[in-house]
């Protein structure tokens, strides 16, 4: 049985207010990618794309666009928990023999405007017909729902949620892709501009322009053989949609139901972990993920940033490369991102910004907000 | 001249729940197979047991504060001549959770709110602080 490997990444630069369509985006990581690998696009049989604003387009004909034949195809409907989950359904299928080399694209050309407007109108009936008419803000608005009962019920403070934020920032400032590379205190967090109180500026990302890409193949694969980058393998993968059932304000994530077999699968102590990719819309998620996740206790997440060094230096870094909070959310590829950064480490490429214990990583995804949170989770456990 | 709010789009599925709202009375489902009271918003079938269709009653309308944002940056340009927007999760005393807006007040976590709805073309449930100089609805 073949086993299936992720042998690059690839993004595109991002773009403030970008002027070309989802598609170019698209297109340009997937060249990216074949050119980090030296591959054809006949080389690749199959494709995985998530993207918000590709209708009228979808997968297949991003295919025809590329001149793709392909025996496997997918496409991502959870949000920023599908570019993950692509990931692993990809070495999934190249196991089973579905294809060889199969490249995954999430990406998406937003402004703040544009990105609004989707929230508003087109992203799902129960937004649109049951959030909008408020005035609900879009995400910041129900984030800030979850921000506000998390430091009720369990004490957590802006202090602590900016930690991420300024930590980020930090690590942004290494990474040349990244939009926002300005120097980020802790003061500046607490006093930001108020957007969805208590919510403030850099609590929210940066919609933009932009594309990720990743290529997975299998290890006997002519693409394979050709690359001289350390191989990354996906040791193990979960996700869950729509759970709890029913409960629009929760202050805990799907992972936490499959994160120990997740940890199992991967033959792995939360310890063995050196590296989180997490998904960060918001600082509230990314500690609702290392709750959930089990990397601490519930309601413990926002105590866990303060008292755990999160840098690039520190005992568990987060987000090395910026995350979505400093390099900006293109959109879908703000579910790709953490692959992305999650691989060069792994593969020892992240120039500036390299870890020196690059050897497992845990990347996350989150999303497709409905009526009130984000209805899916999903995660990856790599190593090389 | 206004720009016009973003307003929901009124189906053969929630025509009854708006119907309502426009009367001044909130509406949710039940399933009378199993008896489970339905989440919101508006849906086809039973989540828990599968049977449809489900049926409408009246809900008391009245709730608890469960969380609360104070909103600044709306989605939509027509909202800024009521910004701030008090969002509010409300757990109603019937079951479901809603998300909606403070009328007016301030909201805290464990704040007792009545609902009402504005006199516009397609209201959604808001809510009221509940104090006596505003008794619910009779």
Redesign the interface.
């Known amino acids: 049985m073949t086993r299936a490997r992720i042998v690059a990444a690839a993004q595109t630069p991002y773009e403030k207010r970008p002027t070309r369509p989802p598609m170019a985006f698209l297109i340009e990581a997937f060249e990216l990618a074949l050119a980090g690998v030296g591959a054809q696009p006949r080389d690749v049989d199959g494709l995985a794309v998530t993207s918000y604003q590709l209708g009228p387009d979808n997968v297949t004909t991003v295919a025809e666009h590329l001149g793709l034949e392909l025996t496997w195809s997918w496409q991502g409907a959870m949000g920023g928990a599908a570019p993950v989950i692509s990931v692993s359904e990809a070495a999934r299928a190249i196991d089973a023999g579905l294809a060889e080399t199969v490249v995954c694209l999430a990406g998406d050309s937003f402004d703040v405007q544009r990105h609004m407007e989707m929230l508003d109108r087109d992203f799902n009936g129960a937004m649109r017909d049951y959030l909008a008419p408020f005035g609900f803000g879009g995400t910041n608005g129900l984030f800030a729902l979850t921000q506000t009962r998390h430091m009720h019920d369990f004490g957590s403070t802006r202090e602590q949620f900016g930690l991420v934020a300024v930590a980020q920032r930090a690590n942004a400032r290494l990474n040349p892709n990244a939009l926002l590379r300005g120097d980020l205190t802790l003061d500046d967090y607490l006093n930001a501009r108020p957007i969805a109180e208590p919510l403030r500026l850099f609590d929210c990302v940066l919609p933009c322009g932009g594309a990720d890409a990743v290529v997975v193949t299998s290890a006997g694969s002519d693409v394979a053989r050709r690359s001289n980058r350390r191989a990354v393998e996906v040791l193990a993968s979960g996700a869950l949609h729509n759970w709890e059932a029913g409960t629009p304000v929760t202050l805990i994530g799907g992972w936490s139901s499959y994160a120990g077999e997740l940890l199992r699968t991967a033959g792995m102590r939360h310890s063995d972990i050196q590296m989180l990719q997490l998904y960060d819309d918001y600082p509230i998620m990314v500690a609702i993920q290392l709750e959930s996740l089990g990397f601490c206790s519930r309601g413990e997440g926002a105590r866990f940033l303060a008292e755990t060094d999160i840098s690039r230096a520190g005992k568990l870094p987060i987000n090395t490369g910026g995350g979505q909070l400093s390099c900006g959310q293109a959109g879908a590829a703000g579910g790709l991102i953490g692959v992305v950064e999650a691989v060069w480490q792994l593969q020892g490429v992240a120039g500036d910004r390299q870890l020196e214990r690059h050897d497992t990583a845990l990347v996350s995804g989150f999303g497709m907000v409905g009526y009130g949170r984000g209805l899916s989770s999903s995660a990856l456990v790599l190593g090389a | 001249m206004t720009v016009a709010?973003?307003?929901?789009?009124v189906t053969e599925l929630?025509g009854p729940f708006m119907e309502g709202a426009r009367q001044g009375v909130l509406l949710l489902q039940r399933c009378d197979a199993c008896g489970t009271t339905s989440?919101?918003?508006p849906r086809y079938a039973c989540?828990h047991c599968g049977s449809y269709p489900l049926t409408w009653f009246e809900s008391s309308g009245l709730g608890t504060i469960?969380?609360?944002?104070?909103?600044?940056?709306?989605?939509?340009a027509?909202?800024e001549d009521?910004l701030p927007?008090r969002?509010?999760?409300v757990e109603l005393d019937d079951g479901?959770?809603?998300?909606?807006?403070l009328e007016d007040g301030e909201p805290a976590?464990g704040s007792r709110v009545s609902v009402m709805f504005r006199d516009e073309p397609?209201p959604?449930p808001?809510f009221r602080l509940e104090s006596p100089e505003f008794p619910r609805r009779s």
Not at chain 2, 5 to 9: L, Q, S, W
Not at chain 2, 96 to 101: E, G, N
């Open positions: 709010k973003p307003a929901p789009v929630n989440p919101f918003p989540a469960y969380s609360f944002a104070i909103v600044r940056r709306p989605q939509h027509s909202f009521e927007i969002l509010i999760a479901p959770m809603l998300i909606s807006a976590i397609t959604l808001r």
